[in-house]
């Protein structure tokens, strides 16, 4: 995972989705948003519910609190328990006005309330705020989740990774594999260049590992200041090992030379690989534990190479 970049969001028209059941009031926000906004109606909350999960997801959530079958209590409740859906505003607008419906909706999710009869330029700039706000968070949320110096998942991002792969692989029956990649004597590169020359190295080896986990259910994570994980869902040890063939020769074809006018020293990487249909008896620690102890084994055959340890002797055991 790593910040994407926004410039393509702030270009389009803000995507809103109006839900309600009333003709009339659909039609009367279509003609005062439609020129600002894209946007999107549905007259009911399961209709709803299938809108705000498409891709790309409405910016902001429109919704009348007054409708049958699921009113829009309940739909913002469902809304907002749906970690799919969990992060898009929701505004309620209704006619009601006490006290007890105002603080109803707010313990329900919602991030504010207008009256019936809408004042439009007042929607208009609660609309924009809370999207600005909306998005201000989703930022702040994916940040905590990189490394600060390769812009990459860091390390508790990748334990929830794997741990949710983890479920996937177990409830479907898919293989998931795990490779450790680490970057080879790196103590000794440290004391023989400059540190900026050190952040400079691994953030080009994090480059190069950024296309290897480019399939959904995959990610490629910085655990370490040397050491860096792939994720593999639905991965049988066959395409676990080719990407770890795949690293160890992008990494040495890069020709990272340091120690310029003393005896060159080449950057290389070492690979542990792991991989596994997830059971009972075993758990991502498994996983994690022995990706890691191949690479123990990589770095000890020389480095510049890849390892593959076998968890079937703990699955039959």
């Known amino acids: 995972m790593q910040l994407k970049d926004q410039t393509h969001i702030t270009q389009r028209k803000l995507k809103i989705l109006f839900v309600d059941d009333n003709p009339l009031d659909l039609q009367i926000i279509l003609n005062q948003l439609s020129d600002k906004y894209e946007v999107t109606f549905a ?7 299938f809108h705000a999960a498409q891709n790309p997801q409405p910016d902001i959530l429109l919704i009348d609190i007054h409708m049958p079958n699921m009113n829009g209590f309940e739909l913002c409740k469902k809304l907002s328990e749906n970690s799919a859906t969990s992060n898009i505003p929701i505004i ?23 009256n019936k009869p809408i004042d439009i330029n007042e929607l208009i700039l609660r609309i924009n705020n809370h999207v ?38 177990k409830r479907y029956d898919y293989p998931l594999s795990l490779l450790h990649c680490q ?12 540190s ?54 992008k990494v040495s074809a890069l020709n990272i030379i340091l120690r310029p006018g003393r005896a ?6 070492s690979v542990g ?33 890849w390892k593959l340890c076998d968890l079937s002797h703990i699955v039959s055991s």
């Open 196 to 249: 900026e020359y050190v952040t400079k190295t691994i953030q080009i080896i994090a480059n190069a590992l950024r296309d290897i986990g480019n399939r959904p259910g995959d990610s490629v994570a910085h655990i370490d200041i040397d050491t860096f994980a792939i994720v593999l869902s639905d991965s049988k040890i066959s395409h676990a090992v080719n990407c770890a063939k795949e690293i160890v020769t």
């Open 183 to 194: 970057i080879d004597d790196f103590e000794q590169t440290v004391s023989a260049i400059a």
């Open 273 to 305: 690989v792991s991989s596994v249909f997830p059971e009972e008896n075993i758990s991502t620690g498994d996983l994690h534990v022995q990706a890691g102890n191949a690479l123990i084994e990589a770095r000890e055959m020389g480095g510049n190479t």
């Open 92 to 114: 309620f607008i209704t006619a009601n006005t006490s006290i007890k419906t105002k603080t109803r909706a707010f313990d329900v999710g919602c991030v504010d309330y207008v």
């Open 264 to 269: 060159p020293l080449k950057v290389t990487v």
């Open 132 to 169: 600005k706000l909306a998005r201000q968070a989703h930022t702040i949320d994916i940040l905590s989740t990189l490394h600060p110096l390769t812009n990459i998942c860091n390390y508790h991002k990748y334990v929830e990774e794997l741990t949710t792969e983890w479920a996937t692989c």
């Open 43 to 49: 007259t009911n909350g399961v209709e709803a519910m």
